[in-house]
């Protein structure tokens, strides 16, 4: 068996080995802060925003960082259906010292939820993005054609404190120095009150392109969370590190909104002129 098979015997290992774990009711979640994301799109009519600050750091690679300027938003376009929108500001720190910034390649995405969580079989929904070369792949910004990303993601839970998630999928780089490459990963998730989540996720992905243009197989181990300062608003934070295979850096911040008002709330369920507010005077 050549490595790449048995790399892809490892993820697909993993992935399965996930939906095995999940198959063990905290109201919680996945996505942002963490790279393991969840099946649960946002209610229907509602909408989420977040301003963030991603980096990645890999060896021989250099670091990505979207910072300052990249902005995410989904909205409830149906029940179990979410539409995901991001662009991101890209700084790039090459080893050889060369520096650059600008917009990167644009996310869309929707989400989809398959099954509701029962006694016996996990929430299950598929995540598909595609990647859109808004980005100047000239200046390492972005990669230079449309990519994708076909993940599918489970949720169950332990009574009202403990949630764990996983699943993965496979990534498709139609361009040269890059590979399609699989990923996969579980989070193990505490909610410790009502305003504070932690949780340890374990991360993986195969090679992503050639020695030197892209990171190199990695498993990362993050730590993160939130702090919900009130029910429309919450920090989000992670970091970790590879474990195994290629070093990697991972890290995560970001303030998030959340507002609307569906057919499902009730007269107290939604401050949507408020917090609509807020995430605009934040974006100004």
Not at 127 to 142: H, K, N, Q
Not at 234 to 259: C, D, K, M, N, R
Request: glycine share 12%; aromatic share 18%; proline share 7%.
């Amino acid at each position: 068996m050549n490595a790449h098979r048995s790399l892809h015997c490892v993820f697909r290992t993993a992935a399965l080995s996930a939906l095995f774990v999940c198959a063990l009711h905290a109201r919680a979640q996945a996505g942002p802060p963490y790279q393991v994301d969840d099946p649960d799109p946002v209610p229907y009519r509602h909408f989420e925003a977040y301003i963030f600050s991603l980096s990645d750091s890999a060896k021989g690679v250099g670091t990505a960082w979207n910072g300052p300027g990249s902005y995410e938003m989904n909205y409830g376009a149906a029940p179990r259906l979410q539409l995901h929108f991001v662009i991101p500001f890209v700084y790039t720190f090459a080893p050889d010292g060369t520096k650059a910034q600008g917009f990167g390649d644009t996310e869309l995405g929707a989400k989809f939820k398959f099954f509701d969580e029962k006694k016996l079989l996990p929430e299950t929904g598929i995540f598909p993005f595609v990647e859109l070369p808004s980005g100047d792949a000239s200046r390492g910004l972005g990669v230079g054609t449309t990519w994708y990303r076909v993940p599918l993601w489970f949720k169950k839970g332990f009574g009202d404190k403990w949630s764990i998630y996983g699943g993965g999928g496979e990534t498709f780089v139609p361009q040269d120095g890059y590979r399609n490459f699989p990923f996969a990963g579980a989070l193990f998730q505490h909610k410790f009150t009502d305003k504070l989540v932690l949780g340890l996720e374990f991360f993986g992905h195969g090679n992503e392109g050639d020695p030197g243009a892209a990171p190199q197989r990695s498993l990362l181990a993050d730590f993160g969370g939130y702090y919900a300062f009130t029910d429309h608003f919450q920090f989000l934070f992670a970091g970790g590190h590879s474990i195994v295979w290629a070093p990697e850096t991972y890290t995560y911040l970001a303030a998030y909104w959340t507002w609307g008002r569906g057919p499902q709330d009730n007269d107290k369920d939604a401050k949507a002129d408020s917090n609509l507010k807020l995430f605009r005077s934040a974006m100004h």
